[in-house]
């Protein structure tokens, strides 16, 4: 069971730079979410999506951008990587809410340490 | 806004004690509470996930609570151990279903 995997798992960049985060998971779930997290600042959500398709914002989009083009992947972007970038990524996936609105598991990757110089 | 608070940040206990760990949410319109653990350098498990219809789930030697018209959740660890040691979170979802709003963590330390 691969669950979900993120690649790459470390990477460099210096400012400017372009690159993409690709998450996979196995699970047939519907839900996919981005999130980053930072010393001091907890995990916070980028992007998520409900679907194939279709992309949100969550609570910090600014400087990413989102693909969802295929049920199991969740694509994230960074054009024009900023040291405030600097982090780590982790993307997680889910089942919707079922019918009487109980929510599920988020079930995370391993992470995708980034540093932009 | 949903603010997530735990306490302690840091939690050092022999092996074999019964612990409490502390969440606290400022918004009690809820789907959903989780705890998860974190390994350093890793990734997240969810070690329990609590309905907001719901007061308590267990699992092994961990039992959650949940009283959520006074924003609170707990974990219980009982008989811990040295491989208890990591950092645990805890996250609210909202009502939408999908963001989960964490906490900073607990790390904990259990000595043998």
């Known amino acids: 069971n691969a669950g979900v995997t993120q690649t790459p798992k470390f990477r460099v960049l210096k400012t400017g730079q372009s690159m993409t985060l690709l998450c996979a998971q196995d699970m047939n779930h519907e839900y996919m979410y981005w999130y980053r997290q930072d010393p001091g600042m907890g995990l916070r959500l980028i992007h998520y999506s409900v679907g194939e398709g279709t992309t949100a914002k969550g609570e910090v989009p600014d400087g990413y951008n989102v693909s969802r083009l295929k049920k199991q992947n969740f694509l994230l972007g960074l054009e024009s990587a900023a040291p405030s970038q600097t982090s780590v990524y982790f993307c997680a996936s889910s089942y919707p809410a079922d019918a009487t609105g109980q929510g599920s598991i988020q079930y995370f990757g391993a992470g995708t340490r980034l540093s932009v110089l | 806004k949903q603010e997530v608070t735990q306490i302690p940040a840091a939690l050092s206990v022999p092996e074999g004690e019964n612990l409490v760990l502390n969440c606290s949410f400022t918004d009690s319109a809820i789907y959903n509470l989780q705890w998860f653990r974190q390994d350093p350098g890793k990734g997240l498990t969810s070690l329990l996930l609590?309905?907001?219809?719901?007061r308590e789930q267990t699992s092994g030697r961990l039992n959650a609570s949940l009283d959520k018209s006074s924003g609170r959740s707990t974990l219980y660890i009982a008989a811990s151990q040295p491989g208890d040691s990591a950092t645990y979170l805890c996250?609210?979802?909202?009502?939408?279903?999908?963001?989960?709003?964490f906490g900073k963590g607990t790390s904990l330390l259990v000595t043998p």
């Open positions: 609590i309905q907001s219809s719901q």
């Open positions: 996250a609210v979802a909202a009502l939408s279903g999908y963001a989960l709003n």
